[in-house]
């Protein structure tokens, strides 16, 4: 399997011609990883990457699906991962994706309400009835992890990984070593920052005010503009740097790149062909070195009886 999978989270109605033309991209390169959510587009990315893979033979392709979240037009209101549901989500997805199976199927919050092994039991029940192959999770803690993995082995951890969000390194991810967990990492441009555009100045992403305050933007433009210099010494995009250096410091890893576009995927894929010197990785991790970079990390939430309770500090 290419190290590169193709997040469909942007993937909905408006934009379904694009989308299937990525999708066909994204498998005349080898990219075989498919990354959605019942809750993406309220349930439209699911539809559409259903029409997308119906043209090609179902082993030719892995569709993850993140199952649970509840979403408003402001974003998310609450969860609802009650073992008791598992099953009628995985129903509707697999109406919408139009498929008899899904390759992977995890919790995309967890309620403190249910019990990690009850959550992680329901969704092995669903593996022997073969209507799903494997267990993953997300948005979890190592602790919660090792209880599900306990429980039935857990085929990928999915979570927020990048330059300039490592805390994965704190305890994820020796956790997933140690369990031979591979991860699935997300995010891994910063929310638009590492990118040549935001290190030029010639644009600053619509990002969530909670990630980034306005007066960090400067001390994060000039850190990304270095991270650019180096770009442009290997011939390569800030972005496919980026993207380079997380592969290559962590070989178990999977990198989702999310698009619409055939062209951006095609571009993102020459991450792939990106060599690191032993001195390059240091150089580019001593730059975003956890606390050199302010902000840009999701706040953990905290979910009982599916309802939003807190930001975990």
Known sequence: MKRIGLGCMGMA?????????????????????????????????????????????RDSYFVSVKFGALPSRNGLYGADVNPFNVRAHLVYSLSRLGLDYVDLYEPARMDKAYPVEDLIGAVADLVKEGLVRHVGMTETTA???????????????????SLLSRQMEEEDL???????IPVVAYGLLGHGLLTD???????????????????????????????????????CSTANLAVAWVLQRNPEMFAIIGTTHPDHLTESLK??????????????GNLFAPGNVRGGVLPKTSYENGRFTRIIK
């Open 13 to 57: 109605r408006r934009n379904e011609e694009n989308s299937i033309r990525t999708v066909d991209t994204a498998l005349d390169h080898g990219v075989t990883m498919f990354n959605t959510g019942e809750f993406y587009n309220a349930g439209e990315s699911e539809m559409v990457l259903g029409n997308a893979l119906r043209r090609h033979p």
């Open 174 to 180: 020796p956790t997933c070593r140690e369990l031979g």
């Open 271 to 284: 991450a792939l062909e990106i060599n690191l010197t032993e001195e390059e990785m240091t150089l580019i």
């Open 143 to 161: 602790e919660e992890l090792r209880r599900g993995h306990a429980v039935s082995p857990i085929k990928f951890f999915e979570k927020e990984y």
């Open 197 to 235: 555009s935001f290190a030029t100045g010639e644009s600053t992403p619509n990002i969530l005010p909670f990630l980034f305050r306005p007066e960090d933007m400067d001390h994060n433009r000039a850190i990304v503009r270095q991270l650019k210099e180096i770009a442009d010494g290997k011939g």
